[in-house]
């Protein structure tokens, strides 16, 4: 059973910066894609990035593109989200998935196998 734990989410100015960490344990397969989604209030769930964790290959939302940066830690299992140049409309709740036994990047979020708690990032205007 894999598990996945969100780390570094808080309150920040428009035009900063916060880096998300999603620690993950459990492991048994050789293939994974990694991905961060967030959820705004009255919204449903949206892609922001993923990661094939094997291959290092990426995959970004139209909306972060150029301002976001996934990237993973192998020593430490570690996936982690560079947000920079921040917008009050990346105000949601932060959550890491993760699909096991593919190198496919999704983007659907019914199609990831599990899921951490979420972290909360609030962007003031």
């Known amino acids: 059973q894999v598990q996945l734990v969100e780390s570094g989410g808080g309150l920040v100015q428009a035009g900063g910066s916060l880096r998300l960490s999603c620690a993950a344990s459990?492991?048994?397969?050789?293939?994974?894609?990694t991905g961060w989604f967030r959820q705004a209030p009255g919204k449903e769930r949206e892609f922001v990035a993923a990661?094939?964790?094997?291959?290092?290959?990426?995959y970004y939302a139209d909306s972060v593109k150029g301002r976001f940066t996934i990237s993973r830690d192998n020593a430490k299992i570690t996936l982690y989200l560079q947000m920079n140049s921040l917008k009050a409309e990346d105000t949601a709740v932060y959550y890491c998935?993760?699909?096991?036994?593919?190198?496919?990047?999704?983007?659907?979020?019914?199609?990831?196998?599990?899921w951490g708690q979420g972290t909360q990032v609030t962007v003031s205007a």
């Open positions: 998935a993760e699909k096991v036994n593919t190198r496919v990047l999704i983007t659907d979020p019914e199609l990831y196998d599990y």
């Open positions: 459990g492991r048994t397969f050789t293939s994974y894609v």
């Open positions: 990661i094939s964790w094997f291959a290092g290959s990426t």
